[in-house]
């Protein structure tokens, strides 16, 4: 898709709830009814190396969407991968931000939400599963559940995402089925519903079975990066015999009626309150298993639903349109130097050229060139529905959890910020170039990079990183340098803990001097507390059990945040 000429967003009028779109008619919401029953949402997790980036392409590849998948590590003339579009993705061959693939598949229009593996990027997933209304769980045959997977399931349970389950890799040698269902099942409190089962494994991974149709899926290796070769025939089918060594075949259906005593019954309703995931088995870089994957999880996966605000629970089916921003990347187009603010529509229909209001400041804000969003590639688009997540032009105006809405007005429940673990004082050796360095630590502070914090001390104007890990700080440190063409050095502070003060300023200030800590501001003018340790902010707690602090900063409304 070709990136056309972008007009920012402006604030204009009044906030009075009006809007440039006409009232919406009997067809108009037929429309939307039907608009929303025909999107899917969702976000694939994982823990690194799980095989999520493939994973994405393949399911690209099986929507139309692409003729030829990429690779992760593109050698020679094969095609990189559409959703690692930044230049240190690609050199270091892992995913860094958040994506939004937008795509149609038969009846159904998908926004695949793909989010960085790697643990250092963690707080973008949690911001992005915000937006999302199924996740699908990507594991290793091999290696099972992993560090981050477990943490990222917990992240769904409390946000009741239904979740599918793909265990990938399975042309590799890896550890039995029964084994890593049984793992899923113990470890996570998850019952388990395989919608199909292997037929072999490693070298000797023949297809899949489906359970509910009874037909066996074999596959052939196609092309690299195409689509592979699928036959299908009801187990009971003789000739079945002549393509599958007898005793793989006999041992999945062994497996199988184990399965079918002893399993739970597959119901829509536990799969959408989260109690129930259907399990799948495959290979997204051989295309093995990936399109049944897909055409089962469109068939049972949650459509977009109600969501919780300020004013209850908002009916994706009512006219006035709502949403929240979920996520900012500055520079998707370097040419243009472009700031995108990635909109989760929530409710009516979202028009381009639309007056909303902006529940932080209370002002109105019309809505000029919306996108539609495919990885780095965008073009115009007129109309979105719930479900949808489009890219909307940010001149400074946006925050990670706002709302925008039409109408009376509703707020949806913010992003917050999480405890970081690293803290170093970020230097710009040039001072000529202070104004590409301010702009830029400015704009990677508003898509949540990193924290930025800021000393209490008036005459150090350094901004502090405040990272979850280490590649974050490289992340910043490339950005800077390439993006806005500043060249920076980092000063590690020696603390690996931090807490926000929930009384504010005047409940530091009442205690007086602390020590083996240290007190600095956040983004919003909050105190937070630096600790080398837990065992200082144990002392800490001993000293002053009436000092409240939080490992997770509180929601902010109705405030700008500093800039540096």
Same mark, same amino acid.
């Given at each position: ?31 939307? $009814? ?197 036959? $299908? ?65 469109? $068939? ?265």
């Amino acid at each position: 898709m070709q990136d056309r000429q972008r007009t920012p967003g402006r604030f204009v009028g009044s906030s009075d709830g009006t809007s440039t779109t006409g009232p919406a008619g009997d067809s108009s919401q037929q429309e939307q $009814e039907q608009a929303v029953a025909r999107r899917r949402n969702f976000a694939i997790i994982s823990h690194p190396d799980a095989g999520k980036t493939t994973l994405t392409e393949k399911l690209l590849l099986y929507g139309g969407a692409i003729q030829q998948a990429g690779a992760v590590r593109a050698r020679g003339e094969q095609r990189r991968v559409t959703s690692d579009w930044m230049e240190l993705e690609k050199q270091r061959g892992i995913s860094i931000t958040s994506t939004v693939l937008q795509f149609d598949y038969g009846a159904h229009t998908i926004n695949l939400l793909d989010t960085p593996g790697h643990q250092d990027f963690s707080e973008d997933t949690y911001r992005t599963l915000a937006a999302a209304d199924n996740a699908v769980m990507l594991e290793d045959a091999a290696k099972g559940l992993e560090p981050q997977t477990r943490k990222l399931f917990q992240v769904c349970r409390l946000r009741r995402i239904p979740l599918f389950t793909l265990i990938n890799k399975m042309d590799r040698p890896g550890r039995e089925p029964l084994e890593l269902v049984d793992e899923i099942e113990q470890e996570l409190g998850l019952l388990c519903w395989p919608v199909n089962w292997p037929v072999g494994s490693g070298d000797q991974f023949r297809g899949v079975i489906d359970r509910r149709s009874r037909q066996a899926i074999l596959f052939r290796r196609g092309e690299r990066g195409r689509q592979a070769r699928e036959l $299908e025939m009801s187990v009971e089918d003789p000739r079945l015999g002549e393509l599958v060594e007898e005793h793989l075949l006999h041992q999945a259906l062994e497996e199988l009626e184990l399965l079918d005593g002893a399993g739970a019954d597959l119901t829509l309703e536990a799969v959408h309150q989260g109690d129930l995931t259907p399990v799948f088995f495959g290979s997204a870089m051989t295309n093995f298993g990936v399109h049944p994957f897909l055409k089962a999880f469109l $068939e049972l996966a949650l459509p977009p639903m109600a969501r919780t605000s300020s004013a209850g629970r908002i009916d994706p089916l009512s006219s006035q349109f709502s949403g929240f921003i979920f996520k900012l990347q500055a520079n998707m187009d370097p040419r243009h130097r472009d700031r995108v603010a990635f909109l989760r529509v929530c409710s009516g229909t979202f028009e381009r050229d639309m007056v909303a209001h902006h529940a932080r400041s209370g002002k109105a804000v019309r809505l000029s060139r919306p996108q539609k969003l495919f990885g780095q590639d965008r073009s115009v688009v007129d109309r979105a529905y719930p479900g949808d997540v489009i890219g909307l032009n940010n001149p400074g105006v946006f925050a990670i959890g706002d709302t925008l809405y039409q109408g009376r007005k509703v707020e949806y429940e913010g992003i917050p910020c999480f405890s970081p673990e690293i803290f170093s004082w970020l230097h710009n050796p040039n001072p000529s170039a202070f104004k590409g360095f301010r702009k830029g630590v400015n704009a990677l502070r508003e898509e949540g990079t990193v924290q930025i914090l800021y000393d209490t001390d008036p005459g150090k104007r350094n901004p502090i990183l405040a990272a979850v890990g280490q590649l974050q700080l490289e992340v910043v440190q490339h950005r800077l340098e390439h993006d806005y063409g500043v060249p920076t050095r980092l000063e590690p502070l020696g603390f690996t803990t931090a807490r926000w003060v929930t009384g504010g300023w005047p409940a530091l200030e009442a205690l007086g001097r602390l020590f083996n800590c240290k007190a600095v501001r956040d983004s919003w003018n909050r105190p937070v507390l630096l600790f080398k340790n837990s065992w200082n902010l144990q002392q800490l707690h001993g000293d002053h059990p009436e000092l409240g602090l939080a490992a997770v900063a509180p929601v902010v409304s109705g405030m700008e945040p500093i800039a540096l």
